[in-house]
Protein backbone atom coordinates (compact mmCIF):
# COMPACT_ATOMS: atom_id res chain seq x y z
CA UNK A 1 0.00 0.00 0.00
CA UNK A 2 0.96 3.36 -0.88
CA UNK A 3 0.15 6.46 1.15
CA UNK A 4 -0.63 9.99 -0.19
CA UNK A 5 -0.95 12.94 1.66
CA UNK A 6 -1.56 16.12 0.04
CA UNK A 7 -1.73 19.77 0.50
CA UNK A 8 -1.22 23.62 -0.43
CA UNK A 9 -4.77 24.17 -1.97
CA UNK A 10 -6.70 27.31 -1.72
CA UNK A 11 -8.69 30.17 -2.67
CA UNK A 12 -6.38 32.27 -5.62
CA UNK A 13 -7.39 35.22 -7.74
CA UNK A 14 -7.16 35.00 -11.41
CA UNK A 15 -3.81 35.19 -12.40
CA UNK A 16 -2.47 33.55 -9.11
CA UNK A 17 -0.33 30.69 -8.24
CA UNK A 18 -0.48 28.33 -5.86
CA UNK A 19 1.72 24.92 -5.50
CA UNK A 20 0.83 21.70 -4.35
CA UNK A 21 2.67 19.13 -2.65
CA UNK A 22 1.72 15.24 -2.50
CA UNK A 23 4.31 13.23 0.31
CA UNK A 24 3.86 9.42 -0.65
CA UNK A 25 4.70 6.74 1.90
CA UNK A 26 4.38 3.31 2.75
CA UNK A 27 5.54 0.71 -0.29
CA UNK A 28 6.96 2.55 -2.96
CA UNK A 29 9.09 0.48 -4.33
CA UNK A 30 5.44 -0.37 -6.32
CA UNK A 31 5.30 2.71 -7.43
CA UNK A 32 6.97 4.75 -10.32
CA UNK A 33 4.79 7.34 -12.05
CA UNK A 34 2.79 9.81 -9.68
CA UNK A 35 0.55 12.57 -11.15
CA UNK A 36 -2.37 14.68 -10.38
CA UNK A 37 -6.06 14.83 -11.70
CA UNK A 38 -8.82 17.06 -10.72
CA UNK A 39 -12.39 17.10 -10.95
CA UNK A 40 -14.82 19.62 -11.29
CA UNK A 41 -18.17 19.90 -10.70
CA UNK A 42 -20.18 19.10 -13.90
CA UNK A 43 -16.98 17.80 -15.74
CA UNK A 44 -15.08 14.73 -16.16
CA UNK A 45 -12.16 13.96 -14.44
CA UNK A 46 -8.70 15.33 -15.66
CA UNK A 47 -4.99 14.32 -15.64
CA UNK A 48 -3.24 17.09 -15.54
CA UNK A 49 0.28 16.46 -14.94
CA UNK A 50 2.50 13.19 -14.79
CA UNK A 51 6.01 12.21 -14.03
CA UNK A 52 7.86 9.35 -13.79
CA UNK A 53 10.62 8.07 -11.63
CA UNK A 54 13.14 9.18 -14.19
CA UNK A 55 11.73 12.83 -14.68
CA UNK A 56 10.07 12.36 -17.60
CA UNK A 57 6.63 14.42 -17.80
CA UNK A 58 3.34 15.26 -19.20
CA UNK A 59 0.41 17.74 -19.50
CA UNK A 60 -2.39 18.40 -21.47
CA UNK A 61 -2.92 21.20 -23.71
CA UNK A 62 -5.34 22.93 -21.04
CA UNK A 63 -2.51 23.27 -18.47
CA UNK A 64 0.52 23.32 -20.91
CA UNK A 65 2.92 25.89 -19.88
CA UNK A 66 1.37 27.14 -16.77
CA UNK A 67 1.41 23.93 -14.75
CA UNK A 68 5.01 22.39 -13.51
CA UNK A 69 5.43 18.95 -11.60
CA UNK A 70 8.29 17.86 -10.25
CA UNK A 71 9.57 15.52 -7.56
CA UNK A 72 12.02 15.01 -4.96
CA UNK A 73 12.80 11.40 -4.92
CA UNK A 74 14.61 11.38 -1.68
CA UNK A 75 11.74 12.93 0.21
CA UNK A 76 8.87 11.10 -1.90
CA UNK A 77 7.09 13.88 -3.00
CA UNK A 78 5.72 15.41 -6.30
CA UNK A 79 5.27 18.97 -6.24
CA UNK A 80 2.61 21.12 -8.38
CA UNK A 81 3.69 24.73 -9.22
CA UNK A 82 0.19 26.33 -11.19
CA UNK A 83 1.05 29.77 -12.37
CA UNK A 84 -1.31 32.04 -14.67
CA UNK A 85 -4.69 30.49 -12.28
CA UNK A 86 -7.65 30.85 -14.49
CA UNK A 87 -11.60 30.37 -12.96
CA UNK A 88 -11.60 26.78 -15.10
CA UNK A 89 -8.82 25.18 -12.90
CA UNK A 90 -11.15 25.37 -9.91
CA UNK A 91 -11.35 22.11 -9.07
CA UNK A 92 -10.59 19.40 -6.50
CA UNK A 93 -6.88 17.92 -7.41
CA UNK A 94 -5.81 14.30 -6.47
CA UNK A 95 -2.48 13.28 -6.03
CA UNK A 96 -2.11 10.04 -7.48
CA UNK A 97 0.46 7.42 -8.21
CA UNK A 98 1.51 3.92 -9.75
CA UNK A 99 3.05 1.72 -12.24
CA UNK A 100 3.23 3.64 -16.04
CA UNK A 101 -0.17 5.08 -16.36
CA UNK A 102 -2.17 2.83 -14.07
CA UNK A 103 -2.90 4.94 -10.85
CA UNK A 104 -3.86 2.39 -8.00
CA UNK A 105 -3.29 5.16 -4.94
CA UNK A 106 -5.33 7.95 -4.88
CA UNK A 107 -4.90 11.12 -2.03
CA UNK A 108 -7.92 12.55 -0.20
CA UNK A 109 -8.26 15.45 -2.39
CA UNK A 110 -7.10 19.55 -1.89
CA UNK A 111 -9.46 21.85 -3.01
CA UNK A 112 -8.01 24.60 -5.29
CA UNK A 113 -10.40 27.92 -6.21
CA UNK A 114 -9.95 30.37 -8.43
CA UNK A 115 -11.61 33.72 -8.55
CA UNK A 116 -12.52 35.86 -11.10
Known amino acids: QVHLVESGGGLVQTGGSLRLSCAASGSIFSINTMGWYRQAPGKQRELVAS???????NYPDSVKGRFTISRDNAKNTVYLQMNSLKPEDTAVYYC??????????WGQGTQVTVSS
Open 51 to 57: ITSGGST
Open 96 to 105: VAGWDSTYNY
